[in-house]
């Protein structure tokens, strides 16, 4: 297990060290935050009276609140399992007495750690200073806060999977920037998944985007019935063990063409 | 006409290094399709539920961002990849050889490229252009044609201006990246602010959209103009080609003393 | 073409108030169609002189002019009249035949075609270009790559020719090709070479006339002969270590010297 966390704390120093870099990136996620904070606000103000799936409020809170998610569940697991595979690093990783996917899991859990605190913490205090308005459903946050650990367990895993890729693609880019549209719309992190024309909503449901943000968002922000929380949790457990699956076949699959090619 | 023959096998050059990769330049290409395809639809979503934003119509908005991303694929198929590089030319040392050719180093970097990733951009960008237009009857007469042409020639050199800036930093070996990345990321880059009215956002915001980082002129004040709506002061609509003057003498001005910095102290 | 080099110096700003004098009023000239040798130990100024006289780096006083052209004024004229060939710095691009960036040389420096037709065969026999020319850089050896590079540099018949670090990292039998190759170009053009190496025998092959540098000042300008007669020895390596350790003891003694005064 030490040995574990100390990938973990590579992974904290790694995304500290570059002070720069934290700046810029806190930075961004301000500049993105004020720019949904005045379309959606905008939105609102120029269509009252128009029949919206969501409240101005429910929306600019699932707004804020995917934002502050984002600091800690966004990773670059996929450019870095890339990068390690196309190098050949990796092949330096599996004579280590260690699992390569345990140590990739507590690298970025070290990364999220640095987030968590560098990014989310202080977006949320000056967010509570900003909008006065509650942020959460109080009696629904346990189960959301559940919901926000599965949902970073399926972020995970889904970045394992396209990150292994580069096992059988010589250029990893164009995947990981398509990947990364089609997540960014679907997974709700732009646009409340509630507002999505009916055949968006019926394709999302079979994909598993929708559990890493609109799932946790929506249960942190806007009040449910326990059996629709219940059902939601369940959908996300579906897709972590659906994920965790086709992460093993990958893995090993992978592993096996590495073997053979030396490398 | 040396230039020309120079820039067709800079070109011939560049694709054939990317064949080199199978299929990787039309994956390349669809992916970029997508993603430039995926905002499009995001923007399609909102409108969905909405009929306008501050007074604009879905087609105006649309007319008026894609005018901005016509100039921004066009600049950035030139001079998007050339900046983006220059700090790593700069670190490496490998910016000497082009200071020992026969052709300056901008004018080098800016033909050995051929930046076709841009161009699902610029197609979508021409479509919803298209169809936005057609939906929105503007009584075009020459005058306001040629006006639109100025303008979106205005674009070009803002955006190719704020680019150079930005590579020029290089120069000095700051790390221009997260700048870059700051006013450009498809995701959360400043530019994005400009694909809405910019009325939306408070004062603060607009000075800076319109006299810091002047991206607000690339689209939203000359078309404000053309569609008749309500502006801070008439002069808006026809600020455009002067803000561009500006920036273009500012570019130049960063580049020259970045190189003699180079120069001077190598890197 | 003559290189002329006047009183050059250079002087590096590091962090605040700290200068280094890389370069310390050197003044040499290199005649028409002479192979001359720089060396001197790592960090000695070699480099920064090799970059003034390339018109990379300008210098903050003196001036270099080449056959009575300056950089300022004439910067085209020169660059179409000198080759520069970067041992650590390809020209050539990665992933396309050589035959191609050469074609593209050729149109760069308006090559005519019968020049080209000419070069190309004594490139293919002398360097046995024509044994790798259809292939893309990234496949060749090192030896191969420089051999290509030194093709380009040459292609269009420069009048000078600068050559930094040429051999370093090359196998024994393509050092002595390309040896030959420079050897030959000097002879049948004409053409004013200037070679920076760490590797003394390209300077026992090729020059008469050799330049040490050593903490930005020019401590022997003069041929090999003489050299060799005033240390009373064949052995260059063996002269070239005592030169370079008499350095190294004098400015240890400075530095002591120094100490001393302070204490």
């Not at chain 1, 905008?42 to 429910?58: E, H």
């Not at chain 2, 004062?203 to 689209?219: D, N, S």
């Not at chain 3, 300077?203 to 401590?219: F, T, V």
Request: charged letters at 15%; hydrophobic letters at 45%; aromatic letters at 12%.
């Amino acid at each position: 297990m030490r040995k574990y966390l100390d990938y973990s704390w590579i992974g904290i120093k790694e995304h500290t060290a570059y002070a720069g870099a934290v700046r810029a990136n806190f930075v961004s996620k301000i500049v993105y935050l004020y720019m949904q904070f005045a379309m959606w606000t905008a939105l609102f103000a120029s269509n009252a009276g128009k029949d919206v799936p969501m409240s101005r409020d429910g929306t600019l809170r699932y707004v804020i609140v995917a934002t502050i998610l984002s600091a800690f569940v966004e990773c670059d697991v996929i450019g870095r399992i890339n990068q390690q595979i196309r190098t050949g690093d990796i092949a330096n990783r599996l004579i280590r007495p260690m699992d390569f996917r345990a140590m990739v899991f507590f690298r970025q859990l070290g990364t999220s750690a640095a987030g968590l605190v560098l990014y989310a913490l202080p977006l949320t205090i000056l967010i509570a200073l900003l909008y006065r308005e509650p942020l959460v459903c109080s009696e629904q946050l346990p189960y959301g806060i559940l919901s926000v650990l599965l949902a970073y367990l399926i972020q995970f895993l889904y970045s394992l999977i396209i990150g292994l890729m580069a096992f059988w693609l010589i250029v990893t880019w164009p995947l990981n920037m398509l990947l990364a549209a089609i997540y960014k719309l679907l997974s709700g992190a732009w646009i409340p998944a509630a507002m999505f024309p009916d055949l968006l909503a019926k394709i999302n449901l079979f994909l598993p985007f929708r559990a890493i943000y609109a799932i946790p968002v929506s249960i942190i922000t806007t009040p449910m019935s326990q059996d629709s929380i219940r059902s939601e949790l369940g959908v996300q457990l579906l897709w972590a063990v659906i994920l965790f699956g086709i992460a093993e076949l990958t893995w090993h699959a992978g592993r096996k063409k590495l073997i053979v090619q030396g490398g | 006409m040396y230039l020309l023959k120079m820039y067709r096998h800079f070109v011939v050059i560049y694709m054939k290094g990317k064949l080199a990769y199978h299929c990787s330049l039309l994956f390349e290409l669809i992916a970029n399709t997508i993603q430039i395809g995926i905002y499009f639809a995001g923007f399609l979503v909102i409108f969905r539920n909405f009929d306008n934003i501050a007074g604009w119509s879905r087609d105006e908005v649309l007319f008026m961002f894609t005018t901005s991303w016509l100039a921004y694929s066009l600049s950035c198929f030139f001079f998007w990849s050339p900046m983006k590089d220059m700090g790593e030319l700069i670190r490496s040392g490998k910016f000497d050889l082009y200071l020992t050719r026969p052709i300056g180093p901008m004018l080098y970097m800016v033909l050995q490229q051929f930046q076709y990733t841009f161009i699902p951009r610029l197609v979508l960008s021409v479509y919803f252009w298209i169809r936005s237009m057609s939906k929105l009857s503007i009584a075009w007469n020459a005058q306001s044609l040629l006006w639109y042409a100025v303008n979106m020639l205005s674009a070009f050199v803002i955006f190719s201006s704020i680019t150079v800036f930005t590579g020029s930093i290089s120069f000095w070996t700051v790390k221009s990246e997260e700048i870059v990345s700051l006013l450009t990321n498809n995701n959360y880059g400043l530019k994005n602010y400009t694909d809405y009215p910019v009325t939306i956002y408070n004062k603060g915001v607009r000075f800076l959209l319109c006299f810091i980082v002047p991206y607000a002129f690339t689209g939203y004040y000359p078309v404000a103009g053309l569609l008749g709506k309500p502006l801070p002061h008439p002069c808006f609509a026809y600020l455009s080609p002067l803000i561009a003057f500006v920036s273009l003498v500012a570019a130049k001005f960063l580049w020259s003393s970045g190189l003699g910095h180079y120069n001077s102290a190598g890197a | 073409m003559s290189i002329n080099a006047d009183n050059l110096t250079k002087i590096y700003r590091l962090k605040k108030k700290q200068a280094k004098t890389a370069v310390d009023h050197v003044s040499f000239t290199i005649p028409d169609g002479e192979i001359t040798g720089f060396i001197g130990p790592n960090g000695a100024g070699k480099s920064t002189t090799i970059k003034m006289m390339t018109g990379i780096l300008i210098p903050d006083s003196g001036s270099v002019s080449i056959d009575g052209l300056s950089f300022k004024k004439n910067r085209k004229q020169i660059m179409m009249k000198t080759g520069v060939v970067f041992g650590q710095k390809s020209v050539l691009c990665w992933d396309i035949p050589v035959l191609d960036t050469l074609k593209l040389f050729r149109d760069m420096y308006r090559v005519p075609e019968a020049v080209y037709k000419e070069n190309m065969e004594l490139f293919s026999e002398i360097l046995g270009l024509d044994e790798f020319i259809g292939q893309p850089p990234r496949l060749l050896s090192l030896g191969q790559r420089m051999k290509a590079d030194l093709a380009a540099a040459l292609l269009y018949n420069p009048d000078i020719l600068f050559l930094d670090e040429p051999t370093i990292g090359i196998d024994v039998l393509s050092k002595e090709r390309i040896r030959n190759f420079i050897e030959r170009i000097n002879r049948e053009r004409h053409t004013t070479i200037i070679l920076t190496t760490h590797d003394v025998s390209d300077i026992e092959k090729l020059c008469k006339r050799m330049i040490i540098i050593d903490k930005g000042s020019i401590i022997y300008d003069g041929t090999l002969g003489e050299l060799k007669e005033n240390y009373g020895t064949t052995d260059l390596e063996e002269i070239i270590k005592q030169i370079y350790l008499a350095g190294e003891q004098e400015a240890a003694e400075s530095r002591a010297d120094q100490l001393c005064r302070g204490a």
